[in-house]
Structure formats: C-alpha cells, structure tokens
C-alpha cells in the first residue's frame, strides 16, 4: 500500500530543497531592510505565520548584522502550537530576542495581551500566509486601520505567483478534489485597491524547487500540493491519488531535470 504523507511532513523538505528561504530573505534585506532603516531608527518586528521560523532566523541575522538597523522587539504570531514547539527547540539563542502568541491573527489583535500593552510595530511581515480570502480582508483592514489612526508602519506580504508550475499544478487538480484556485495575488490587487492602500509590487524571481531531491517523488507532491490535513488526505481513494500522481507525472517529463519554477509576488506597504 502506498505510503500517506501530509503536507505537515512535506513543508520542511520542500524548504531545504528549493531555493525559497533564500530567495525571499535576499529580497527583504535588499528591498525591505534599506526601506526600513531610513524610516525607523529603532524596529519592532510583528511577524505573521512563520511556520519553522527559517526565513525568521535569516531575516533576523541580517538585522543584527547591520549597522543602520537596530532590533527592539519582535513578535510571532502563529497559531501552530508544533511551529511554536519547532521555533523554540531549534532556535532557542534567538528566544531571547522574540515574544511568541500561539494564537490567529485575529485572535492576537483582540487580546489582552495586545489591548493593555500599547506595543505596537513599524514592521510587519507575512510570508506565505494569506492564501484566503478572509485572511487577506482581515490583514488589509488592519494596515487600513493603521493608516487611519495615525500609524507607521512598512509591511511586507508574500505570496504564491500566478506565473508559479505549483499554481498551475493545482489548477489541473481541480477534480481530484483540490478547490478551484484563485490566485492570491489578484485577491490582494483587488482588495488593495478597493481600500487605496499605498502598495508596491515586486516579483521574487529565481526560485525553484527540484522535486528529485525529495525520495518519495511523485506521492511528496501531491500532498504538498493538496495542503490538507492528514484526515482528509487519507480520504482520498488511493486510486484517485495515483490517477493525480500520472497528471504530475506528465507535468514533470516537460520539465527540465524536475526542476519546478516558484516565482512569488511581494506586496510593500508603507503606511504612514
């Protein structure tokens, strides 16, 4: 029988063999960081949804390797308690610096904890998080806020692009039971642009993903792809799965060496 995997088991692989962390973090230090420092003398980092926290810890060392830039607070919002496990085992030099909330973002922003305290960011940042509707509205509407009462604050979103083989892999699973996809980042140009937000767009190109690096292949992919639960993945008649496997499959042969290309769209708002 064909082994399960789940996309909790597949997130870490895929990091260590794409490019991504790298990628992402070049672009905050050379986009992001001089934007920054020129704005703000002292930085309290709000980051949204870092998962294993590794483009944290990069981003993190550049701060503080920087003579322009000086780190005053930072904090991770993420409503995994295994992420905030994950973070605080394989980081434990940098708990020092952080305040961890295992809690939504929602959840953070009606807390007592955020009520009482007055802390408040000049730097915001969510990579690979706002993959839903509501989730875009509700980050939106507060950088919205933020703009009304006064604030500053330069935030940075990231996402999936459009242009990405991961988005048009999925777009060919759509009957083996995978949702229609609606890229995020023509959510957040219209939704931007509904509330007037003051946003740049950047592309964050060169990054792939070679999906020979990863031994289980093909059954590593579609769970990636799929993104669910390990409940709702094993509900999936292992028929289907290997019918989405041979889609995959003939996607993949017109790929040169297996090499995936994963381009992602930045979204830069400086507000205030």
Same mark, same amino acid.
């Given at each position: ?125 969510? &990579?690979?998080?706002?993959?839903? $509707? /509501?989730?875009?509205?509700?980050? !939106?509407?507060? *950088?919205?806020?933020? =703009? ?60 792939? &993903?070679?999906?020979?690096?990863? $031994? /289980?292949?093909?059954?590593?992919? !579609?769970?990636? *792809?799929?993104?669910? =639960? ?43």
């Amino acid at each position: 029988m064909t082994q399960v995997l789940t996309w909790e088991d597949t997130l870490l692989d895929y990091l260590r063999t794409s490019n991504e962390d790298e990628q992402v973090v070049n672009f905050v230090s050379k986009t992001i960081l001089p934007q920054l420092t020129s704005r703000f003398d002292k930085i309290d980092w709000l980051e949204l949804g870092p998962g294993p926290g590794t483009k944290t810890q990069l981003i993190l060392e550049d701060i503080m390797g920087s003579a322009q830039a000086h780190l005053r607070s930072l904090r991770l919002i993420e409503p995994s308690v295994a992420w905030c496990d994950f973070i605080r085992r394989n980081t434990p030099e940098i708990l020092n610096t952080i305040k961890i909330f295992e809690m939504s973002f929602n959840d953070y922003l009606y807390s007592e904890s955020r009520l009482y305290d007055k802390w408040q960011p000049n730097f915001v940042t969510c &990579f690979h998080v706002l993959y839903e $509707y /509501e989730l875009i509205e509700e980050f !939106l509407l507060y *950088l919205k806020h933020q =703009e009304q009462t006064g604030h500053r604050l330069l935030a940075c979103i990231i996402v999936e692009s459009e242009h990405s083989d991961f988005f048009k892999l999925r777009q060919k699973l759509i009957h083996f039971g995978q949702p229609q996809p609606s890229p995020a980042a023509l959510q957040l140009r219209s939704s931007v642009s509904k509330l007037g937000l003051p946003a740049q767009e950047f592309e964050v190109n060169s990054q792939y &993903f070679r999906i020979s690096d990863i $031994y /289980e292949g093909l059954q590593w992919l !579609l769970a990636f *792809l799929f993104g669910c =639960e390990k409940e709702a993945l094993t509900k999936i008649p292992e028929k289907v799965r290997m019918e989405a496997n041979e889609i995959i499959k003939q996607f993949l042969e017109k790929k040169q060496n297996q090499v995936l290309e994963v381009p992602d769209i930045a979204f830069v708002f400086a507000i205030g």
